[in-house]
């Protein structure tokens, strides 16, 4: 049996988009990491996916804002649907599956791309 890996993990991040089957973080560390890689947004009729990935970067800026932070016990697919636009790597020698790799919202293509997920804050 392979060794479990350490996992971080963020207290008080939501655990996914209440009504639906999508999460944002896990219960427990895998022993086979999800790579991190950009995974491409394509239109669906499951209306949730979209409110699925607004809700997750209103998550990201509530809980950590425009600063960096560890991947931890975060979704992998959640972060691969962000991954290399709205998701940016914040840290030289980055491991896409490492549970510690640092990221960083990119704050201005996560505006204009997810604008509700700042205007319900009050901030849009």
């Known amino acids: 049996m392979a060794k479990i890996p350490e996992m971080p993990k963020h207290r008080g991040f939501p ?11 896990l219960r ?23 409110l699925a990935d607004i809700g997750f970067v209103q998550a990201l800026w509530q809980h950590f804002g425009a600063e960096p932070f560890e991947r931890g016990n975060l979704d992998g697919e959640r972060l691969c649907r962000l ?14 599956q490492s549970y510690f790799a640092k990221l960083k919202l990119n704050e201005a293509l996560a505006r204009k791309n997810f604008p509700a997920a700042f205007e319900e804050m009050g901030e849009g």
């Open 83 to 96: 991954f290399g636009r709205e998701l940016l790597v914040a840290e030289r020698g980055f491991d896409p």
């Open 15 to 25: 655990a996914g988009l209440l009504g639906t089957q999508w999460q944002f973080t």
């Open 28 to 50: 427990r560390a895998n022993s086979k990491v999800t790579k991190l890689t950009s995974m491409p947004r394509h239109r669906t009729m499951d209306p949730t996916v979209a």
